[in-house]
């Protein structure tokens, strides 16, 4: 029977860790874009609409 080549096992799963780390770290810089995009946009800044005193 064949001896298991454990250090082959172990870089197999080292490598799969990195690639799920660097695509979590993607969807999070995504979602951090997007929610900035989200906050610049005119709609939702108070600032561009003010308003008007009223007479009394």
Partial sequence: MAKPNYA???H???LAKKKK???KKKLKEE???QQN?????PETTE???PEEP???
Avoid: G, I
Avoid at 37 to 41: A, F, Y
């Fill in 8 to 10: 082959f096992a172990k």
């Fill in 12 to 14: 197999q799963r080292d």
């Fill in 21 to 23: 780390k660097e695509e």
């Fill in 31 to 33: 979602a951090k874009l």
């Fill in 37 to 41: 995009l989200d906050s610049d946009s």
């Fill in 47 to 49: 600032e561009e609409t």
């Fill in 54 to 56: 009223s007479d009394n």
